[in-house]
């Protein structure tokens, strides 16, 4: 098939020319595979003595002249010129018409019907107003033979019979070219308009691109500021902290009561911002990846203790109780990082302290399934709307942050324990109701003394 | 009889201070040093029963200061109390160090620490 289509194809700039010759590659295919047949059918007739053996000669003799013209045509149109070769064919194909039947035939009879041949194939070989030409030269020819030859009045309807196949060729095949020529300038605009389009998105993907390496930047910028910044706020607040625990102390002297309670103040306060440092390093240190966990082996117990110290007064200094249940299936060796388990626990306490005014706050430790092990920390509090709990685990988003808020903290609490639990390999689940209370629960695997030093 | 020495190595004075007020508190005489080079002359010529050693110390950073204390025979029973805000760095050599202190350190849990080291030594 692509042999067949190359052979035909005729490489033109022109789209209308290389139509012309193509078509015209097509006729003198056409043209060759039924002269084969008709040979191979005489032959066949021959050999069968189906006719007389005399006339044979002459018929090979005439397809040999047809296959030298098919070829020297099929050349002309492919190497040379689609127009001249067309005109030669077309020239050959009437001469052979006005002489290869009895001129009575040509005039009158059978053959004279088969002009329409070249003059509707010339209005699609050349151009549509050829067909007059050929028209034209085969009524010469019928009045030639009818006035020369046979001495006849010519054919005056197969003559304009001629005519009017040329008419309705000549408009049929300019309507043809005219809409191939609004398609290929539909076309065109079509390419350019892609081309345009492509250029546009090509544009606008580099300006995305660009875009986003400099927000990648501003991240990484942000994350470096805020991680210079902590550094830069922790050695001052921890000398301020010490110097007011000395003074407290009395190292400096002993201090009035009232000189203690502002210590008191100062202490608190400090204490306060520096978590807020703690928080904002930890966070940018996890954006930048820095962040790691230290597996090792700890008690589970101690963890539990751990956060009663730190947080027990708080609690029960807001009339509340801190209620704390380890499941007897849990082993008191554990293995993760105490650290970070510890500042989950505190986040997730300091949490639920905020937003609860009576009642309790309980943390279990227990296992849901045999892989895994669970802290959960359940409040009394105001609980947490449905549409907030998608987003309370955001950097800095709190539920209420209208100027008005009752609720201190800068919002990095909860995000901090979701990042940590994720570091984990662990999830964090928050079920909430308003008014009754919510409990967040962290859902960690279970890990065996050959995890111990892993991040 | 003598007062135990204390060095404390940080080149931050005002944390050096509390440190060395912390120590000082439970009896300890206490050296501040602000280099890492200086600290490494001063261990040449005496043997502190306790350094307080910041990591990020200018001129040679406290982790060769450990290093030369681990590595001298002189200096076996000197407690080395890492104190740093860099986690990541505490964490790779905490095995090396008697006590690893992450910044911010309170002076009333150096004090508490320092106390018990104390007794220990008398």
Do not use: C
């Not at chain 1, 022109?14 to 039924?34: F, M, Q, S, V, Y």
């Not at chain 1, 922790?234 to 009232?258: C, D, H, K, W």
């Not at chain 2, 120590?23 to 890492?36: A, M, N, Q």
């Not at chain 2, 029963?49 to 990591?55: H, T």
Request: cysteine-free.
């Amino acid at each position: 098939m692509i042999y067949l289509r190359r052979l035909l194809d005729v490489p033109s700039k022109d789209p209308d020319d290389a139509r012309h010759r193509k078509l015209l590659n097509i006729l003198l295919t056409g043209i060759g595979i039924i002269t084969l047949i008709a040979l191979l059918f005489i032959t066949v007739a021959n050999i069968t003595q189906a006719i007389e053996p005399e006339d044979i000669a002459s018929v090979y003799w005439g397809s040999l002249a047809i296959f030298v013209g098919v070829i020297v045509v099929f050349a002309i149109n492919r190497y040379w010129s689609g127009d001249l070769a067309s005109t030669l064919f077309l020239l050959l194909l009437t001469i052979v018409l006005a002489f290869g039947d009895e001129p009575l035939q040509v005039v009158e009879g059978r053959t004279l019907i088969m002009f329409a041949a070249p003059i509707l194939m010339a209005s699609v070989l050349l151009r549509p107003a050829a067909s007059f030409v050929f028209a034209t030269l085969s009524s010469l020819i019928v009045i030639w033979i009818s006035r020369v030859t046979l001495n006849i009045f010519p054919n005056i309807p197969g003559i304009l019979t001629f005519f009017v196949l040329a008419l309705v060729s000549w408009l049929s095949s300019r309507s043809l070219e005219n809409v191939l020529r609004d398609l290929r300038t539909v076309n065109a605009e079509l390419d350019q308009r892609v081309e345009m389009r492509t250029r546009e998105l090509t544009e606008a993907n580099q300006q995305l691109a660009e875009a986003n390496d400099r927000l990648k930047e501003l991240d990484r910028l942000k994350s470096k500021f805020v991680s210079m910044v902590s550094h830069e706020l922790r050695t001052p607040l921890n000398a301020i902290q010490g110097f007011a625990e000395m003074l407290v102390a009395g190292v400096y002297g002993r201090l009035s009561a009232q000189q203690e309670g502002a210590m008191d103040r100062i202490t608190f306060n400090a204490d306060r911002l520096l978590r807020i440092v703690s928080d904002l390093l930890d966070q940018a240190r996890i954006e930048a990846g820095e962040l790691a966990i230290h597996v090792k082996a700890f008690s589970i117990s101690e963890l539990i203790d751990d956060l009663s110290a730190t947080m027990g007064i708080l609690v029960e200094s807001k009339g509340l109780k801190l209620i704390t249940e380890i499941d007897y299936r849990i082993p008191e060796i554990m293995h993760g990082d105490p650290h970070r388990l510890h500042q989950i626990l505190v986040n997730l306490t300091n949490n639920a302290l905020k937003f609860t005014e009576k009642g309790a706050i309980t943390v279990k430790v227990y296992p849901p399934d045999a892989d895994h092990w669970a802290l959960e920390i359940s409040d009394t509090g105001v609980g947490i709307p449905q549409e907030a709990q998608s987003f309370i685990f955001q950097p800095f988003q709190q539920v209420d942050s209208s100027p008005t808020r009752e609720h201190q903290g800068v919002g990095l609490g909860l995000a901090i324990v979701k990042q940590l639990a994720e570091l984990m390999n662990g999830e964090i689940i928050v079920e909430s109701e308003v008014e009754k209370g919510s409990t967040f629960t962290i859902v960690l695997p279970l890990l065996t003394p050959h995890h111990e030093g892993e991040n | 009889m003598n007062k135990q020495l204390a060095f404390v190595i940080e080149d931050e004075p005002d944390l050096a201070t509390i440190f060395s007020e912390a120590l000082l508190s439970v009896g300890f005489e206490t050296k501040i040093i602000t280099f890492g080079d200086v600290a490494i002359k001063e261990l040449e010529t005496s043997v502190p029963a306790v350094v307080v050693l910041d990591l990020h110390i200018p001129r040679l950073a406290g982790t060769e200061v450990l290093k030369y204390i681990r590595s001298d025979e002189r200096l076996k029973d000197v407690k080395v109390i890492i104190a740093t805000a860099d986690a990541a760095l505490a964490e790779s050599i905490e095995k090396k160090a008697d006590l690893v202190l992450l910044k911010p350190i309170s002076f009333l849990q150096l004090r508490t620490l320092a106390e018990r080291l104390k007794t220990t030594f008398e």
